[in-house]
């Protein structure tokens, strides 16, 4: 199988952090969707970037299939590492002001100096639920990194039209 060059790695418990993801990439089409669960993963492939979900549980902690299978996956993705990452974690303002979104701190220990450290570099905090913008939010996220993965960090046309004033 060749792989997508972009892996979506999700986790959800009641359904939200799914919803977000399907939503995103049906107009990414070319990002590979994969669910997390309690089962171990079979893995991976080698990607140019990879961004992973959480909804927040507990205290501002991550889901727990996280925490059961992160050091797996650091170890599965070290012989290929992505060059290019990001998080998008989700949570609740308004029941969970004082943990909103935790997750991403929760991930920070499982991946910093590793090989999915990348995965640092660009994220995305959303409560779909209290924010009606969400979906441009999350779109916004994933498009930065699909540029980064294109080395289209670069606008060509505005240099062009700057140069010529
Ligand atoms: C038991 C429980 C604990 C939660 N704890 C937090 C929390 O600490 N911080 C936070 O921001 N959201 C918290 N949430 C909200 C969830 O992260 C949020 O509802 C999320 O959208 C759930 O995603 P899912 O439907 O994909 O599982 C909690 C929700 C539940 C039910």
């Known amino acids: 199988m060749v792989s997508a060059s972009i892996l979506l790695l999700y986790s959800s418990a009641r359904g939200q952090t799914r919803r977000v993801c ?3 990439t049906a107009s990414h089409p070319d990002i590979e969707l994969v669910e997390l669960t309690p089962d171990p993963p079979a893995w991976p492939g080698r990607y140019e970037a990879v961004l992973f979900a959480s909804p927040t549980y507990g205290q501002g902690g991550l889901h727990h299939v996280w925490t059961t299978h992160l050091p797996q996956l650091v170890e599965a993705f070290t012989p290929s590492p992505p060059r290019l990452g990001g998080l ?18 929760a991930f920070k220990p499982y991946l ?18 209290q924010d009606r913008a969400w979906e ?13 993965s294109r080395g289209a960090t670069y606008d060509h046309d505005r240099f062009d039209r700057s140069a010529r004033r």
């Open 136 to 148: 441009q939010r999350c779109a916004s996220w994933v498009e930065a990194i699909i540029q980064d």
């Open 22 to 24: 399907h939503t995103l």
């Open 112 to 129: 910093q100096g590793t090989a999915l450290a990348p995965l640092l570099d660009r994220i995305c905090v959303l409560d779909p639920r």
């Open 88 to 105: 998008l974690v989700l949570g609740d303002q308004r029941y969970h002001a004082r943990t909103f979104a935790g997750a991403v701190t």
